[in-house]
């Protein structure tokens, strides 16, 4: 450990996200970009692997001019975006931030907001999708594209992963989750303002969402998210592609007993 200052510790501890520079280097971001390309060009001949439809939590038609594509498990589509999830920097990152060295990826996805008609995605918390007891999970939000309000940026609520997991408005409806967008709305948020190649990093626990891409340029990203391999989840979980690879360290808790908590 000792990747990031006494001050950035501090900062993550205190507001449950961290936006981070020249991690990736530019040859690799490079050949990701190019990668990401190549697969939603491949990926928009069938259809989509998983979209958000409709430009806020009330507009989810299926005739919605707004969405967000998504394709999940990016390691199976390509073996350059694991430059990305074993880049050495990042894990440095991450050992300080987590606190462990037994670092272990649950999931991969990548999201693309068209321009001009990027949906937005309402405030929520990745907890409600999977839990774990210790709360150890966070996620390396890669962004390949400048970001902003306007194409569609993040917007977190700074200090939101101190309050805990929030009611779960969205589980009322459907499959997604959100919280009550009154008590969090949109405007009071906090925007990300990133650069191509920064990457961001946060707790499953902080608030966040992004706005509609209203511009005339996409917003492309790629999302990693890990836990601690000491940490468990809670209930009974969909085992996801690739989940329980070891990005850095060891498992010393992978066996049947463990097992059993995954569908």
């Known amino acids: 450990m000792g990747r990031l200052t006494v001050e950035q510790k501090e900062f993550y501890k205190e507001n449950g996200y961290i936006l981070l ?32 439809v ?24 390509s073996a350059v975006f694991n430059r990305f999830i074993f880049n050495e920097n990042l894990l440095d990152v991450l050992e300080d931030i987590m606190e462990t060295k037994n670092i272990m990826l649950h999931h991969t996805k990548a999201h693309l907001k ?3 008609k990027g949906a937005a995605y309402p405030m929520h918390q990745d907890y409600h999708y999977f839990p774990y007891e210790r709360d ?24 939101s992963h101190k309050l805990g997991p929030q009611e779960d408005i969205g ?33 499953y626990l902080l608030i966040h969402g992004s706005s509609t891409n209203s511009s005339q340029r996409a917003r492309r990203m ?9 940490d468990v989840p809670v209930g009974l979980q969909p085992l996801r ?15 049947a007993s463990i097992s059993k908590r995954f569908e």
């Not at 150890?136 to 200090?159: R, T």
């Not at 997604?176 to 009071?188: A, G, M, N, S, T």
């Not at 592609?241 to 066996?255: C, E, I, S, T, Y």
Request: charged share 25%; glycine share 8%; hydrophobic share 35%.
């Open 21 to 52: 520079k020249d991690l990736i280097p530019s040859e690799h971001l490079l050949q990701i970009s190019e990668e990401y390309d190549s697969l939603f060009k491949r990926k928009n001949q069938e259809k989509m692997e998983s979209s958000w």
């Open 54 to 77: 409709g430009s806020d939590v009330n507009d989810r038609k299926t005739d919605s001019a707004y969405t967000v594509k998504g394709i999940h498990n990016l390691q199976y589509h």
């Open 222 to 230: 790629l999302l990693a998210q890990m836990a601690s391999a000491d």
């Open 136 to 159: 150890s999970m966070v996620a390396a939000f890669l962004h390949l594209d400048a970001a902003n309000p306007e194409n569609g940026g993040l917007f977190v609520y700074p200090g």
């Open 241 to 255: 592609p690739g989940q329980g690879w070891m990005l850095r360290g060891v498992n010393a808790q992978r066996d």
């Open 171 to 203: 589980a009322r409806e459907g499959n997604f989750h959100y919280v009550d967008q009154k008590i969090f709305p949109i405007e009071k948020a906090s925007p990300v303002i990133a650069e191509k190649g920064d990457i961001v990093i946060f707790s």
């Open 114 to 116: 068209p321009h001009e």
